[in-house]
């Protein structure tokens, strides 16, 4: 039991679950629970489809997006910002299109506040999951259809309800009594284990996972082996970088929907949800650049992909990072953008990459050039830097270190990147070709070429 004075759900459920026999490092154990978790979450989401109830998550909601027939509440972290209180007993914020978000808050200090849980209310079924710790405190993902487990965690959730959202026991209790915990019907469950095992990424033989391998030829670091203790630190930093700044914000976002800030306040929010997402792209896609690196299959699921939409969400963040180091960014854009074969959340993160990367070798006053063109049966993206460098000014290029055989270092600000043979490895998997030509008093010039969507031809395009 944990020293606070009530129990968290993680040790509500490691009490009735065996504890995992297989030797594994805590890296590669939080990574496998997030990938359970993740897929127990769109198993999940497939049974709430098709029937009513209650949802209770935290630090976030779960749902991709909001289901008629659920009622969803969000426990959420108790957080002093200065100046001003922020406190959700039992708040309701409303999104310009008029969706509620129901929130409860939590007291500071709560261990309940560090898991990552769901506790599901339904007419069909009653579903508790946790991403949290086994008994032997070993990252776990762990799960119960037991109505006496379902009841204690409900108990344990009202009494956080009794101490800090008190106007919402009421309501909140009626709701329980409406949709009681449930016996489970095996069908269901066997329905519910299919799901998240179909949704589970195919698992990396062991002799695999530190290989490259690929049919095509390979842009690879200076060796082709990555140490398994290089992975998991780069896939715990990654972990441990994201996970507290998507809390974060989360909650300035549900700041921002209040009506009764001040315009600096909403300012400086803005710009902590703008950094918090910047870095949490930064370290997923060092994440997914660990993975594709030790995995044997180098080439991504591609799907066709909107490169205009890509583009119009892009380009207007790029302008803002460009401004903040005193640059000027151009696009030159064909009046037609095919569609392309690709991946687009990985894609904006990649190009982003690439823009960070050729924005930070630039002294003030530069400028950077992307031109999007038609190449045959393929799209080009093309990225250079022109220097302004004043007759009696000299810019030399920044010193970057290795960090082992994936992250390079930047030690004049502290900034991490991919290195230059993983971004090829990352836009090889994306079903792209990048071309880097070096220019010594320009900087260097980033080619990228995408396949078309095959529907569509070059001519067609051009006609």
Known sequence: ????????????????????????????????????????????????????????????????????????????????????????PGSNCETSDGETTNTLALFPGDPIASETFCLALTREFSLLMVLGEDSAKNPAFLFSFDPETIAKAWQLLRLRIVLMNPRQLQPLDRLYETFPPLEPNYKLITQFSHAVLSHLPDPIPEPEKRTIRDPRPLQTPAADVLKSADVELLQAIAHEVRTPLTTIRTLTRLLLKRRDLPADVIKRLEVIDRECSEQIDRFGLIFRAVEIETSATKISSLATTSLEEVLEQSIPRWQKQANQRNLTLDVILPQQIPSVMSDPTMLDQALTSLIERSARSLPAGSSIQVEVSLAGHQLKLQLQAQKDELPDQTHQMPLLKSLGQVLVFQPETGSLSLNLAVTKNIFQALGGKLIVRERPEQGEIYTLFLPLEPSKTASELTA
């Open 1 to 88: 039991m944990s020293e606070w004075i009530f129990p968290t759900l993680s040790e509500i459920l490691s009490s009735e679950t065996p504890e995992s026999s297989q030797p594994a490092s805590p890296a590669l154990r939080q990574l496998r629970a997030e990938r359970e978790w993740f897929s127990a979450i769109a198993a999940l989401e497939s049974l709430l489809k098709s029937t009513e109830g209650t949802l209770y998550s935290a630090p976030l909601p779960i749902l991709s997006q909001p289901l008629p027939n659920l009622t969803a509440w969000t426990f959420t972290p108790n957080v002093l910002f200065s100046g001003f209180s922020f406190q959700l």
